[in-house]
């Protein structure tokens, strides 16, 4: 089925390799060979990467607000002490 987002054919997924966008799966007549677990893992898989994605966009934001504050700090310490 092809993602409703980015467009990228994703075949018989519940959720886009690409984007991580859920998607309804259109019948179950076409499946392939995987299982309902395996699919159920691989888009687990899928999901904790995009999850990780975002994780890491979260965290260096909060290292350039502590590292911006830090630097406020360490700028009033030389104004005051000039
Ligand atoms: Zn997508």
């Given at each position: 089925?092809?993602?409703?987002?980015?467009?990228?054919e994703?075949?018989?997924?519940?959720?886009?390799?690409?984007?991580?966008?859920?998607?309804?799966?259109?019948?179950?007549?076409?499946?392939?060979?995987?299982?309902?677990?395996?699919?159920?893992?691989?888009?687990?898989?899928?999901?904790?990467?995009?999850?990780?994605?975002?994780?890491?966009?979260?965290?260096?934001v909060?290292?350039?607000?502590?590292?911006?504050?830090?630097?406020?700090?360490?700028?009033?310490?030389?104004?005051?002490?000039?």
């Amino acid at each position: 089925m092809k993602c409703p987002r980015c467009g990228l054919e994703n075949g018989d997924r519940t959720v886009c390799s690409k984007c991580g966008h859920f998607m309804y799966r259109p019948v179950d007549q076409n499946r392939k060979k995987m299982t309902k677990a395996e699919r159920a893992r691989e888009d687990a898989k899928i999901m904790w990467k995009n999850i990780a994605k975002v994780l890491r966009i979260v965290w260096m934001v909060i290292v350039m607000v502590v590292l911006s504050f830090l630097m406020i700090a360490v700028l009033t310490f030389f104004f005051n002490g000039a």
